[in-house]
């Protein structure tokens, strides 16, 4: 049987999903938007580019994959908001702003000038360039059509089977433990039936003391009614800083544009762009008091913990409210440990990869029973993939993660900035 077709008997696939992969501007993150919201207001006129990487190259793709994946993305242009959508987002997301609703009712993606793929010895090359505003919106929906792209046609030994289950197996275990958590997957998920497939499970999960919170994907969250989650990503940061042309001031010229726009809401600040102890060290009282909380998303989430509590001491900060968001590949058991471990402040967790591209090999499929316990078969292993700001203005972009692995950008310019910011581990 194909692992592709067999699926619970219970769920219907949507019909457009074999022909139309991204079905709405809103199959996107949250995130995406917010910040589209601001740089329309701030930086309309940036000229960007934008790099995919691949931080797996054993996983090769074919030429089947790549002309599905051409197909699918020159799809995004014919891709404009509904009138539900748009009055969606007034509802629901009426935070961005009125003026930025407007645009995005009326807006549309130009792939044939805006992407440009390349594939040679079975490696893909993608770039998307173009004005910031008109470009920002690509990341997502690219990352999830490669996704699908790999999985509907190099690696194809996986299966459905049991994913509602386990998602809300899943669900259920962090909800008894107290954790509030997010759906974080749209970049890395198999495909969109697979994400569909595993917010169902969220949802059956029964009350406890934590709470399933919502999603990061806008589409699902208008069609299964739950809270759209998100606030703002490296991304932003990393833009500011390339057009400013200053890193010492770039975390709080672009914190302060934020809240400019925003105010109180969607403040829960991202700390990894240029190094959590670079953001730690120039964080403000006034901008500790003011924003609700900060996401930790690459490094080791236990020295987070103990970092961001210290500076919230040493500024003399009440934090017995703010929260700490962990969204750094995460799986039911690190949520676990997080949770006791960050108890003396609020925390969260928005988790990806796990929930929508864990999948067990179909080769190794026995029966009924071994359907009952998926995670005891081999699995087929997710994508590791990136779309990330390469330069803004004619000027390099770069991101210097707490963990190496993560760091993005020129070589040469990520080490002048480790340098500048007298960041340790420059090799």
């Given at each position: 049987?194909?692992?592709?077709?067999?699926?619970?008997?219970?769920?219907?696939?949507?019909?457009?999903?074999?022909?139309?992969?991204?079905?709405?501007?809103?199959?996107?993150?949250?995130?995406?938007?917010?910040?589209?919201?601001?740089?329309?207001?701030?930086?309309?006129?940036?000229?960007?580019?934008?790099?995919?990487?691949?931080?797996?190259?054993?996983?090769?793709?074919?030429?089947?994959?790549?002309?599905?994946?051409?197909?699918?993305?020159?799809?995004?242009g014919d891709l404009q908001l509904s009138v539900p959508e748009v009055e969606f987002l007034?509802?629901?997301?009426?935070?961005?702003?009125?003026?930025?609703?407007?645009?995005?009712?009326?807006?549309?993606?130009?792939?044939?000038?805006?992407?440009?793929?390349?594939?040679?010895?079975?490696?893909?090359?993608?770039?998307?360039?173009?004005?910031?505003?008109?470009?920002?919106?690509?990341?997502?929906?690219?990352?999830?059509?490669?996704?699908?792209?790999?999985?509907?046609?190099?690696?194809?030994?996986?299966?459905?089977?049991?994913?509602?289950?386990?998602?809300?197996?899943?669900?259920?275990?962090?909800?008894?433990?107290?954790?509030?958590?997010?759906?974080?997957?749209?970049?890395?998920?198999?495909?969109?039936?697979?994400?569909?497939?595993?917010?169902?499970?969220?949802?059956?999960?029964?009350?406890?003391?934590?709470?399933?919170?919502?999603?990061?994907?806008?589409?699902?969250?208008?069609?299964?009614?739950?809270?759209?989650?998100?606030?703002?990503?490296?991304?932003?940061?990393?833009?500011?800083?390339?057009?400013?042309?200053?890193?010492?001031?770039?975390?709080?010229?672009?914190?302060?544009?934020?809240?400019?726009?925003?105010?109180?809401?969607?403040?829960?600040?991202?700390?990894?762009?240029?190094?959590?102890?670079?953001?730690?060290?120039?964080?403000?009282?006034?901008?500790?008091?003011?924003?609700?909380?900060?996401?930790?998303?690459?490094?080791?989430?236990?020295?987070?913990?103990?970092?961001?509590?210290n500076r919230y001491k040493e500024l003399g900060v009440d934090f017995s409210n703010k929260?700490?968001?962990?969204?750094?590949?995460?799986?039911?058991?690190?949520?676990?440990?997080?949770?006791?471990?960050?108890?003396?402040?609020?925390?969260?967790?928005?988790?990806?990869?796990?929930?929508?591209?864990?999948?067990?090999?179909?080769?190794?499929?026995?029966?009924?029973?071994?359907?009952?316990?998926?995670?005891?078969?081999?699995?087929?292993?997710?994508?590791?993939?990136?779309?990330?700001?390469?330069?803004?203005?004619?000027?390099?972009?770069?991101?210097?993660?707490?963990?190496?692995?993560?760091?993005?950008?020129?070589?040469?310019?990520?080490?002048?900035?480790?340098?500048?910011?007298?960041?340790?581990?420059?090799?």
């Amino acid at each position: 049987m194909n692992p592709r077709n067999h699926i619970n008997s219970s769920f219907h696939a949507p019909s457009q999903i074999d022909t139309n992969e991204i079905q709405s501007l809103l199959d996107t993150d949250l995130y995406k938007l917010s910040m589209s919201a601001v740089i329309l207001k701030i930086y309309p006129f940036i000229h960007v580019l934008y790099r995919f990487k691949n931080r797996n190259p054993k996983m090769k793709f074919n030429q089947t994959a790549v002309s599905w994946l051409r197909q699918q993305i020159n799809q995004l242009g014919d891709l404009q908001l509904s009138v539900p959508e748009v009055e969606f987002l007034r509802e629901k997301c009426a935070y961005l702003g009125e003026d930025y609703i407007s645009f995005l009712a009326t807006f549309k993606l130009r792939p044939e000038k805006q992407v440009t793929i390349d594939f040679e010895t079975n490696d893909l090359s993608l770039c998307v360039s173009g004005l910031w505003i008109d470009t920002i919106l690509y990341e997502v929906p690219l990352l999830a059509l490669i996704s699908a792209a790999y999985f509907k046609f190099v690696d194809t030994d996986w299966s459905y089977d049991g994913q509602q289950e386990l998602a809300r197996e899943k669900a259920t275990k962090l909800i008894n433990a107290g954790c509030v958590f997010s759906e974080f997957g749209t970049r890395r998920r198999r495909n969109f039936l697979s994400q569909e497939i595993v917010l169902r499970g969220l949802v059956q999960a029964p009350a406890g003391p934590g709470k399933f919170a919502g999603t990061s994907n806008v589409h699902f969250a208008r069609l299964h009614g739950l809270t759209p989650i998100g606030t703002v990503a490296h991304e932003f940061f990393m833009g500011t800083a390339a057009i400013t042309g200053d890193y010492f001031t770039a975390n709080t010229t672009a914190l302060k544009n934020w809240q400019k726009f925003f105010g109180k809401e969607l403040s829960i600040a991202l700390t990894d762009t240029f190094s959590t102890d670079v953001f730690l060290k120039s964080l403000t009282k006034e901008e500790a008091e003011s924003w609700s909380g900060f996401r930790q998303d690459s490094g080791n989430p236990m020295a987070f913990i103990a970092k961001v509590v210290n500076r919230y001491k040493e500024l003399g900060v009440d934090f017995s409210n703010k929260v700490l968001v962990f969204s750094d590949s995460l799986n039911v058991d690190r949520c676990l440990e997080l949770q006791i471990a960050a108890a003396q402040i609020k925390c969260s967790f928005g988790i990806g990869t796990f929930l929508t591209s864990m999948f067990s090999r179909w080769s190794n499929f026995n029966g009924q029973d071994d359907f009952k316990k998926p995670l005891t078969r081999e699995t087929s292993a997710p994508m590791n993939i990136v779309i990330k700001l390469h330069e803004a203005n004619g000027v390099s972009c770069v991101k210097i993660s707490d963990q190496v692995e993560k760091n993005t950008g020129n070589n040469d310019e990520v080490k002048r900035v480790k340098v500048m910011l007298g960041i340790k581990g420059i090799e």
